[in-house]
């Protein structure tokens, strides 16, 4: 997956503007105890992050 389209479904899960603030302050037990920033920069895979969010807060399989 790319960046492009894992931001763009984080847009479209959490709107705009929370997107941003929940990938900076939510510190997430299933990526480590990171940060959805601090698993990409770190080097996890989009999709995998991707897949850890939508785990973590039970997105529903159609918006997946």
């Known amino acids: 997956?790319?960046?492009?389209?894992?931001?763009?479904r984080m847009a479209d899960y959490f709107g705009e503007s929370y997107a941003d603030s929940f990938a900076r302050d939510h510190v997430m037990s299933e990526l480590g105890g990171r940060t959805?920033?601090?698993?990409?920069?770190?080097?996890w895979n989009a999709?995998?992050?991707?897949?850890?969010?939508?785990?973590?807060l039970e997105v529903p399989e159609d918006r997946r």
């Open 1 to 8: 997956m790319r960046l492009t389209v894992f931001w763009q």
């Open 36 to 43: 959805v920033h601090q698993a990409l920069d770190a080097g």
């Open 47 to 56: 999709k995998d992050v991707w897949r850890a969010v939508c785990r973590a």
